[in-house]
């Protein structure tokens, strides 16, 4: 069969941990993506994304980088990887969602205009708690089966 090849060099960046499931169903689709990874965590009172980990090798950025998240709540985690990045020389970043709120959204059309935000779909609202309504409860939670443990 004729067949095309990418010439960029692509980089899948899963936010961990929730991230992590969606790796192997991009990694079907485009087999010679790179993995790199971001560990991030929402401050349950500030809402703020904290980083923890970072495993971008040094000097040498992909193209385009597609960071994997399945939820886009307030987009402050992807605000954060999409800086990270940036900085360590991506000119290209994507984000993938599988469910997203309209005011993650808007924030990204704000504060990285050059973005661009794939989503499978788009729920209501965030609640006070800055939780997708209505949402599907925590993502990494659903995929490691780990909802009620500590």
Known sequence: ?????????????????????????VLSLLPTAEVWHLGLYR????????????KLPPGRPVDV???????????????????????????????????????GIDRLKEEC?????????VDQCLNQRNFIMPGLGDAGDRIFNTAGHE
């Open 1 to 25: 069969y004729d067949g095309s090849e990418l010439s960029q060099s692509i980089g899948l960046v899963p936010i961990l941990r929730a991230g992590l499931g969606m790796i192997d169903p």
């Open 43 to 54: 401050d349950e009172t500030t809402s703020r994304p904290v980083e923890y980990y970072s």
């Open 65 to 103: 980088a597609m960071v994997l998240d399945p939820m886009l709540a307030t987009g402050g985690s992807a605000v954060l990887a999409y800086h990270t990045l940036k900085r360590w020389g991506v000119s290209q970043v994507k984000l993938l969602s599988i469910i997203s709120a309209p005011e």
């Open 113 to 121: 205009p050059d973005l661009e935000v794939y989503v499978c779909a």
